[in-house]
């Protein structure tokens, strides 16, 4: 597809457990990003990825969530020991980077919706 | 730091009817973009409308249109002629040039009525 893919959409997961979210971001795309969205509220960014750089950690709640980008392509986001208060959808979003240097427009996948029982 | 402000959290207005939803924003940056995007009930975010903060002209997309004005920090959404499908939750959001990060607003959810 042409779009950014997060699989899954849906997840249940028990308190306590490893949850892994994926996203394929659009192809060609160097910047990758993860977001949080709880109920009813804005978005909270969480991490950044861009090329072969360090990634942009400074928005990650806690050492129990952690992400990955696998040869500058598909992202994974894992949370360690969830617990109820991760519950929210996870979007991610990725965009191109301009010949000129600057960030691109983002363009979002449609979400994993994560419940911790 | 920068500051997305959207102070309207819930608006409804009538099919066919002009809506406007206020966004101001806090930023000591010159140069930035700042972008409308739209969350229908499927949760796909959609890039509605993007402006360039060294363009004075107003960016136009169809049916939406932003009044920008840059002195009083402000940049709101007008949806004309609304319809059924434009029911949605709306944010507004800012990015510095040259960074990494976006900053959304809280968002406002939008209810076109039949």
């Known amino acids: 597809g042409a779009g950014v893919s997060q699989s899954p959409s849906n997840k249940v997961t028990e308190k306590g457990k490893d949850v892994e979210l994926r996203c394929d971001p659009i192809?060609?795309?160097?910047?990758l990003y993860w977001y949080r969205q709880s109920l009813g509220q804005g978005l909270e960014f969480l991490i950044y990825?861009?090329?072969?750089?360090?990634?942009?950690k400074s928005g990650l709640p806690s050492d129990r969530f952690s992400a990955e980008r696998t040869g500058g392509s598909v992202s994974t986001l894992t949370i360690q020991r969830t617990q109820q208060e991760d519950s929210a959808v996870y979007l991610c979003?990725?965009?191109?980077?301009?010949?000129?240097?600057?960030?691109?427009?983002?363009?979002f996948g449609p979400g994993t919706r994560l419940l911790v029982l | 730091a920068q500051t997305v402000t959207q102070s309207q959290p819930e608006m409804s207005v009538q099919e066919a009817e002009t809506v406007t939803l206020s966004c101001t924003y806090d930023?000591?940056?010159?140069?930035?973009?700042l972008f409308w995007y739209k969350q229908p009930p499927s949760r796909q975010m959609i890039l509605v409308i993007r402006?360039?903060?060294?363009?004075?002209q107003n960016a136009t997309e169809n049916r939406f249109s932003v009044n920008f004005q840059k002195a009083a920090k402000s940049f709101s959404l007008k949806i004309s002629d609304s319809q059924l499908g434009d029911t949605a939750m709306y944010f507004c959001?800012?990015?510095?040039?040259?960074?990494?990060?976006?900053?959304f607003g809280k968002g406002t959810r939008l209810h076109i009525l039949p």
């Open positions: 979003a990725s965009s191109p980077w301009t010949a000129g240097g600057y960030q691109e427009t983002q363009y």
């Open positions: 192809s060609g795309h160097t910047a």
């Open positions: 990825f861009q090329g072969n750089s360090a990634p942009d």
């Open positions: 930023t000591s940056e010159n140069n930035y973009y």
């Open positions: 402006q360039e903060a060294y363009k004075q």
């Open positions: 959001a800012f990015m510095k040039l040259q960074d990494d990060k976006i900053i």
